[in-house]
């Protein structure tokens, strides 16, 4: 029987469509020309890429707020209820805060569990044993802000060795600016949680923290006698009565002859109530007399 010829492309167009159907083989060439003596990590380019695709992924939750916003808190309650679910799980804290010891992270409302603090995450494997890193399903890491190759870590642990990497830290300094690579971890990030504390002046909700103290570095590691949650208004205000004290530190180097004074006017913004007298709605002015 002849096939007209429109039939027969028909059947051609058919047969081409059955084959692209089917899945096309997926072929791994290694960079090296040399076959590779037992089946590993495949590259492409400069990226090295692991063949078991089966191996169950990882994952990065953040948990950022203010001092005193119960983030250590909720590290710690994320972790043990992985562990009760027969996970392996592990803390991590840096050396840089001896607050409560080393050998603990510890909540301000006193919840405690052993940890492992370090310079840097990157020594983490090599301090534990590498058997023991790969052994672990969860690493909670806690005062993040400190370690400066945090978002390295994580995206390696989470992507590359199927890790669920817990954070907690700082989002912002006492300046409201971004504190360490806290924030860079969100792009990663599975969740996000942003916990708020109680201001310590009004008892509304805050979300930034004061440095009671005039120091001026970033990292300045205290409790309660350093630091205070705050909301936006008595944030503002009471910049700027820390501002105020900062004036007066400096005109005690001032050197002014017997003659000069050195005056400063701190006084209450009429549209202040009553209950903040203490606390905020502060202005000033300064200047030399004599």
Request: charged share 20%; hydrophobic share 40%.
């Amino acid at each position: 029987m002849r096939i007209h010829p429109v039939s027969r492309m028909s059947s051609l167009l058919l047969h081409h469509a059955v084959s692209l159907s089917k899945p096309l083989p997926l072929r791994l060439f290694p960079v090296s020309s040399t076959k590779p003596k037992s089946p590993g990590k495949f590259r492409f380019a400069s990226r090295a890429y692991p063949t078991n695709l089966s191996a169950s992924s990882g994952e990065i939750h953040v948990i950022v707020g203010p001092m005193f916003a119960g983030k250590t808190t909720a590290l710690i309650h994320r972790v043990q209820l992985e562990t009760e679910q027969g996970r392996r799980a592990t803390m991590i804290k840096s050396d840089k805060d001896t607050r409560y010891g080393l050998d603990s992270i510890v909540s301000h409302d006193g919840t405690k569990m052993p940890c492992w603090a370090l310079p840097n995450l990157a020594a983490f494997p090599a301090k534990v044993g590498q058997q023991t890193y790969d052994e672990l399903d969860v690493i909670g890491i806690d005062e993040a802000q400190f370690f400066g190759d945090l978002y390295d870590f994580c995206r390696n642990a989470a992507d590359q060795d199927g890790k669920t990497i817990i954070v907690a830290g700082l989002d912002g300094d006492y300046l409201r600016r971004r504190f360490g690579s806290v924030l860079d971890l969100i792009p990663l990030a599975d969740s996000v949680t942003k916990l708020s504390a109680r201001c310590g002046l009004c008892g509304q909700r805050a979300c930034f923290t004061l440095r009671k103290t005039k120091d001026s570095e970033t990292e300045l590691i205290g409790g309660a006698d350093v630091y205070m949650p705050v909301c936006r208004q008595h944030y503002v205000n009471g910049q700027i009565v820390v501002e105020a004290a900062r004036i007066v530190s400096v005109a005690q180097t001032i050197d002014l002859s017997p003659h000069q004074h050195f005056i400063l006017f701190v006084g209450l913004s009429p549209e202040r109530s009553k209950k903040e007298t203490n606390s905020a709605g502060f202005s000033f002015m300064w200047f030399w007399s004599g």
